[in-house]
């Protein structure tokens, strides 16, 4: 279902807007109420899509990379 309100789509489902109905209409599809079907193996948080997991082992997990100062 969707919802329109002036220039905002809204999910019906979990009341998140969107500027356009085909970003509405591709939430609906592969995030709300989809299952995440990618999982940390560190902490186990879930997500939609790979590259998230990928972003998120990346910043959360990985050793933070000091360079050393230039002088």
Avoid: W
């Amino acid at each position: 279902m969707v919802i329109k309100i002036r220039d905002a789509y809204i999910c019906a489902l979990c009341n998140r807007k969107y500027n356009s109905k085909s970003t509405l209409l591709r939430h609906q599809r592969y995030e709300c109420g989809a299952e995440k079907q990618y999982q940390c193996s560190q902490c186990q948080r879930g997500f939609y899509h790979k590259h998230q997991l990928k972003d998120h082992i990346l910043r959360r997990h990985l050793p933070d990379i000091h360079l050393p100062s230039i002088k």
